[in-house]
């Protein structure tokens, strides 16, 4: 189980981007990266090919390291590090400012 997953909000903690907010949009786990909606936008020049008839200028949001996000808890409405506890024989994600569920 992943400390952070697709559909969380996040705020980015360092780099470029930091103190920006956003919701995961993708998660890599081979590189330990996620993409985040509006940070860190990369932008590339396309030409015309035969998928994409105009030619201009695309950005898109680029991945940055997990370890420089923290999920954003629903309960608390903080930045925060997340724990697992056990709830009903099933495993959760737990805020360790408030001790409120995650998931």
Same mark, same amino acid.
Do not use: W, Y
């Given at each position: 189980m992943?400390?952070?997953?697709?559909? @969380?909000r996040?705020?980015?903690i360092?780099g470029?981007?930091?103190?920006k907010?956003?919701?995961?949009?993708?998660?890599?786990?081979?590189g330990n990266?996620?993409?985040?909606e509006?940070?860190?936008?990369?932008?590339?020049?396309?030409g015309?090919t035969?998928?994409?008839?105009?030619p201009? /200028?695309l950005?898109r949001e680029?991945?940055?390291h997990?370890?420089?996000?923290l999920? /954003?808890?629903?309960?608390c @409405?903080q930045p925060t590090?997340?724990?697992? @506890?056990?709830?009903?024989?099933?495993?959760?994600?737990v805020?360790?400012?408030?001790?409120g569920?995650?998931?």
């Amino acid at each position: 189980m992943r400390k952070v997953k697709q559909g @969380d909000r996040v705020r980015v903690i360092a780099g470029n981007g930091k103190g920006k907010t956003g919701e995961v949009l993708r998660v890599e786990p081979e590189g330990n990266k996620v993409v985040v909606e509006n940070v860190n936008i990369q932008v590339k020049h396309q030409g015309r090919t035969q998928q994409h008839r105009e030619p201009g /200028i695309l950005e898109r949001e680029g991945p940055i390291h997990i370890s420089n996000v923290l999920p /954003i808890c629903p309960s608390c @409405d903080q930045p925060t590090r997340v724990g697992f @506890d056990t709830v009903a024989g099933e495993k959760v994600r737990v805020c360790k400012k408030c001790e409120g569920t995650i998931d």
